[in-house]
T-cell receptor, first 113, second 114 residues
Framework: DAEITQSPRHKITETGRQVTLACHQT?????MFWYRQDLGHGLRLIHY???????NKGEVSDGYSVSRSNTEDLPLTLESAASSQTSVYFC????????????FGPGTRLTVL | AQSVTQPDIHITVSEGASLELRCNYS??????LFWYVQSPGQGLQLLLK??????LVQGIKGFEAEFKRSQSSFNLRKPSVHWSDAAEYFC????????????FGSGTRLQVQP
């Protein structure tokens, strides 16, 4: 069955370190998204991609970057981790039609000390 | 900018009682609207979605939602709640030109009493 996976599921890092969170989907979806979830804020969009070599900034993109070199993967990089980036990160993907459902991964819990 | 408001942070209902979760949105064009459910420690699962047509939308697990343009609302309902419905519920609106990236509300946590 097609799926979307995230790794690691849990990570603890220190302030100032570079961190990369992986997202891999086997749906062959062109659209991929990264969200962060914080108490009281719901999910907020960080970056999104509508295809290979395409990336776009979302609502809370400062301090994050993504690159899309193939259809299956959209890694999220924190260039210099900050305590304010402690959060749960969700990756999602969807087909090309506006009406296609967006499927979410299981999430990565990141703690920045 | 687009926004979604879920005015109820936490709701408790008795098992078997009816449920209505409120959602109001702000969006300039015709919105694409979604309800997702998140069980503890899990990702999000789509309950239902509205794009056009019939304003009463049926979803999975016995949920339905009604789009009311005049009230900018998309409230989620269930006639009889089960203990397994305890979870967090998120309303979302599709944004950007393709309306595929989502803006979420802050969520409503549902507790079900026996």
């Amino acid at each position: 069955d097609a799926e979307i996976t995230q790794s690691p599921r849990h990570k603890i890092t220190e302030t100032g370190r570079q961190v990369t969170l992986a997202c891999h989907q086997t749906w062959n979806h062109n659209n991929m998204f990264w969200y962060r979830q914080d108490l009281g804020h719901g999910l907020r969009l960080i970056h999104y991609s509508y295809g290979v070599q395409d990336t776009n900034k979302g609502e809370v993109s400062d301090g994050y970057s993504v690159s899309r070199s193939n259809t299956e993967d959209l890694p999220l990089t924190l260039e210099s981790a900050a305590s304010s980036q402690t959060s749960v990160y969700f990756c999602a993907s969807s087909g090309e039609r506006d009406t296609d459902t967006q499927y979410f991964g299981p999430g990565t819990r990141l703690t920045v000390l | 900018a687009q926004s979604v408001t879920q005015p109820d942070i936490h709701i408790t209902v008795s098992e078997g009682a009816s449920l209505e979760l409120r959602c109001n949105y702000s969006y300039g064009a015709t919105p694409y609207l979604f309800w997702y459910v998140q069980s503890p420690g899990q990702g999000l699962q789509l309950l239902l979605k509205y794009f056009s047509g019939d304003t009463l939308v049926q979803g999975i697990k016995g949920f339905e939602a009604e789009f009311k343009r005049s009230q900018s609302s998309f409230n989620l309902r269930k006639p009889s709640v089960h203990w397994s419905d305890a979870a967090e519920y998120f309303c979302a609106v599709g944004v950007d030109t393709g309306r595929r990236a989502l803006t979420f509300g802050s969520g409503t946590r549902l507790q079900v009493q026996p």
